[in-house]
């Protein structure tokens, strides 16, 4: 299921016009966002928990040419699955 299926599949169950259910998921996409940048968790209970991870600085290895290089510190979002969706997967 790629964006536009997702926006085909809340509107067909919600019964809001194609055009208010892309709002309805671009505002959900950019509320997740917004809270991440800011440092934030978002916790949404059954379904699972969006965060962001640090990465410190390392060195690693250039593949082609086997040089060392610096890997710079980073954020990372990660998304760990509740109890309730891991019920409905399996």
């Known amino acids: ?16 016009t194609r055009s208010d259910a892309t709002k309805a998921v671009e505002s959900v996409f950019d509320a997740i966002t917004g809270a991440l940048k800011k440092g934030d968790e ?4 059954g379904f699972g928990t969006f965060s962001v991870a640090k ?11 086997g040089e ?5 510190a980073s954020a990372q979002p990660k998304f760990k699955a509740g109890k309730g969706l891991k019920d409905a997967v399996n």
Not at 55 to 65: E, H, I, L, Q
């Open 68 to 72: 060392p290089m610096e890997i710079k």
């Open 42 to 45: 978002v916790r949404l209970v």
């Open 55 to 65: 990465r410190k600085a390392s060195t690693g290895r250039n593949p082609r040419t």
């Open 1 to 16: 299921m790629n964006k536009n299926d997702l926006i085909g599949a809340v509107a067909d169950s919600s019964g809001l």
